[in-house]
């Protein structure tokens, strides 16, 4: 660890303070921010899993089940389960990927999209409480640590 790194990193000792630990704070803002789209989502078709189905296919409109995975910090038998019973209900299809047959994509239905933009735009206030009183550099700065954490945690074979 270089000197330059040493200064940034918080201060570590014997007397830990939870309130001071970075995830605390991350898994605490999780909690908070699940428990209010659960809320959100009671009265519609989704649960959480299948919001994340829908806002990965809403920003990339195809994925494979392994992406939707991977976005969505699912393990991929328990997200092939997700997106069989989505297409049961009518909100995506699979499709084979053209060239590559053995690998599954996913897209959505007309159904899929208006439920998306149902949730999302209930969302959206969630969004703006989390997020109030920051500005769009606070927000960006935000979204980058977090993007190196997550980096930084990734295993070797990601």
Known sequence: ??????????????????RSWPFYWIARAS???????EEMLRDTALDMPRWRVLMTLHQDRVASVSEIAAHSSEKLPTMTRII?????DGLVRRRPRPGREHVMEVVLTDAGELAG????????????????GMTDAE????????????????????
């Open 31 to 37: 909690g908070r921010y699940r428990g209010r789209m």
């Open 117 to 132: 933009n149902e949730a999302w735009a209930r969302a959206d206030s969630i969004y703006g409480q989390a997020f109030a």
């Open 139 to 158: 927000l960006e700065q935000l979204t980058g640590l977090l993007q190196r954490v997550a980096e930084n945690l990734k295993a070797s074979g990601e």
């Open 1 to 18: 660890m270089t000197a330059k790194h040493d200064k940034k990193a918080p201060a570590r000792n014997e007397r830990f303070n939870y």
């Open 84 to 88: 069989q019973r989505m297409e049961a």
